[in-house]
């Protein structure tokens, strides 16, 4: 079997083992974090805190907390107490390794990254710049995350534009939909690289080089995706793309990611008028001369007190992990997982998107005829932990889960059935 490379190196006739139309998605970085290494980790619990009687399947919620970085909040919160320590340069220069380590994963510079609290923040960076005029239309997706939905409502609402909802039938791809949405009045296209109810993928190469072909702007949230399915930014080139932290990150909460191409970088408006995003800031002598220039590239765009002593190496231990264990292999191993789910959840009559329509660490499973009343207590009494929403369950693992947590939840599952 040939190993499972990235697109341009795949000739016809090669198979991606388990990864259908996978590989199709592969950036073409060669940065050795996006590494052509798709072998299979094996399980990782020991390195988080997570009970025995404890199956949880659902990291799109809220990943666990690696112990590494746990230690080094607790690292991080005694150093606090001794201020004396930080300099100028410091303080603002404190955060360069996790900048560096968010570009990274995502195949940017370090340059082109500024630190923010929430997604929500991010999209409302991004909708302060990019242009929308009268008459033209912001595409999403139908049910898309509404952090990245208010924000070009509201946008569309002030400017006389509109918001065009991308809709598809359960078996088409949002691919499709999206490109089938984007014309003339296209002003921005604001879409995750998946849906954040099923994993369904969403092709942001193809979106993205319709979306120049149109003039228009293309802004990503990659909360669902960025730290375990490939991202390069270098092959997208959105306008904005952006993370939260919290979840396939394995960071804290409230220290997320925004990449801003660098045509952004010169002039953008950021949200706030911080000091600390002026150019000659870490010169505490010199702060009231007041400067009209910013710090070089998107650190501008950093939230107020970005330097975040207690947060920033907590997250940074989480983004070391993940680049030590390669966005590949975490995806080819989870991958394995959800298909193990998916082809049991088919048998009992379940309605799954088929892998190569979704991403590898995430599915979500239909109920035809409704949920199965017993379900979620059952769930809770079991302790298997996955989204329950409406008619549909998201299951959303990670490397500390392995046969036997899927086991436990198909159990479960079938159960609530009779
Ligand atoms: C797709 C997506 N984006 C963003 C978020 C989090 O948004 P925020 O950081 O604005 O709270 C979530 C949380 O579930 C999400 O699923």
């Known amino acids: 079997m040939l190993p499972c490379r990235p697109h341009r190196f795949t000739t016809a006739g090669e198979t991606c083992h388990g990864l259908g139309n996978f590989a199709t998605f592969w950036p073409q970085s060669d940065d050795t974090v996006i590494s052509k290494d798709d072998a299979r980790l ?71 990254i500024a630190l923010i609290p929430a997604a929500s923040y991010g999209i409302a960076i991004a909708a302060a710049n990019v242009p929308l005029r009268k008459g033209q239309n912001v595409v999403v997706l139908h049910e898309q995350f509404p952090s990245n939905v208010y924000a070009w409502r509201e946008l569309a609402k002030a400017r006389g534009a509109g918001v065009r909802i991308a809709r598809k039938g ?24 998946c849906h954040w109810t099923d994993g369904a993928v969403v092709d942001l190469v193809r979106i993205g080089e319709r979306v ?58 950021p949200l706030e008028a911080s000091w600390m995003t002026r150019a000659g800031a870490e010169n505490f002598a010199a702060l009231v001369d007041y400067v009209d220039d910013y710090r070089p590239g998107a650190r501008r765009f950093d939230m107020g007190e970005f330097s975040q ?30 298909d193990l789910v998916a082809e049991e959840a088919r048998a009992l009559g379940y309605a799954v998107l088929e892998s190569d329509r979704r ?40 490397v500390y889960n392995n046969e036997d947590d899927v086991a436990r939840f198909l159990s479960v599952l079938r159960d609530a059935l009779v």
């Open 170 to 193: 359960p078996n088409d791809a949002w691919t499709e939909a999206v490109l089938d949405s984007i014309d003339e009045d296209t002003g921005i296209v604001a879409v995750p690289p």
């Open 309 to 338: 002593f207690v947060l920033a190496p907590m997250a940074l231990a989480g983004l070391t992990q993940i680049l030590e264990w390669k966005v590949q292999r975490l995806q080819s191993t989870l991958r394995r997982l959800t």
């Open 42 to 112: 094996p399980l990782q619990r020991e390195l988080f805190d997570l009970p025995d009687d404890v199956a949880f399947l659902n990291c799109a919620y809220m990943s666990p907390q690696l112990r590494a970085v746990t230690r080094a909040g607790i690292e991080a919160v005694k150093q606090k107490a001794r201020p004396w320590g930080v300099s100028g340069p410091e303080w603002l220069g404190g955060v360069e390794p996790l900048r560096e380590a968010a570009a990274r994963l995502m195949g940017a510079d370090s340059d082109g």
């Open 359 to 398: 991403v590898g660490h995430m599915l979500g499973l239909r109920f035809p005829d409704g949920m199965p009343e017993a379900l979620p207590r059952r769930l809770e009494q079991s302790r298997v932990f996955v989204s329950v929403r409406g008619d549909a369950i998201r299951v959303s693992p990670h």
């Open 212 to 269: 120049r072909a149109a003039g228009a702007s293309l802004v990503v949230d990659a909360s669902q995706a960025l730290g375990v399915w490939p991202i390069d930014v270098a092959v997208i080139k959105p306008d904005f793309l952006i993370s939260a932290g919290y979840k396939w990150l394995l960071g804290p909460y409230s220290l997320g990611y925004l990449y801003a191409n660098p045509k952004w970088c010169e002039s953008g408006r």
